[in-house]
């Protein structure tokens, strides 16, 4: 039993880590992994971020891969920005297929989804490999 529990969870681990593409609209410049960093931590204001919602392992992995941040830590981070009066965060969309519309119909904003997911309808501009 205790064999067949550990396989579950690394089936599942390797399952909810996948490869993460970072898009924009296709007429979009590139944009570096830096400044998607900072475009994430509200220090840029170039492009518009569109998160997934909380407790959502994509937005959980892209949170740790590409910010250095757990979610607990950029919970809190944006509450004091808020709170301060001095940021927003990003925008939220309830589902990946929301986000790739969203992205797609904004030419100002910037996203996550799994590689897996991409369609023609948004740009690849960075990918985080796992």
């Not at 927003?88 to 030419?107: L, T």
Request: with cysteine.
């Amino acid at each position: 039993m205790k064999k067949f529990l550990l396989a579950s969870l690394a089936l599942v681990s390797s399952v909810c880590a996948a490869d993460i593409a970072i898009i924009a609209h296709p007429a979009t410049a590139d944009v570096s992994l830096e400044e998607v960093s900072r475009i994430f931590m509200g220090r840029a204001g170039s492009l518009m971020p569109v998160n997934l919602p909380e407790n959502n392992p994509l937005r959980d992995q892209f949170e740790q891969e590409a910010l250095g941040r757990s979610p607990a830590q950029m919970k809190a981070y944006w509450s004091r920005l808020v709170f301060t009066g001095k940021g927003r965060p990003p925008v939220e969309v309830d589902s990946v297929a929301a986000k790739i519309e969203f992205v797609a119909a904004n030419p100002n904003s910037l996203g996550y989804i799994p590689a897996s997911e991409v369609t023609d309808q948004v740009r690849v501009i960075a990918t985080l490999a796992n």
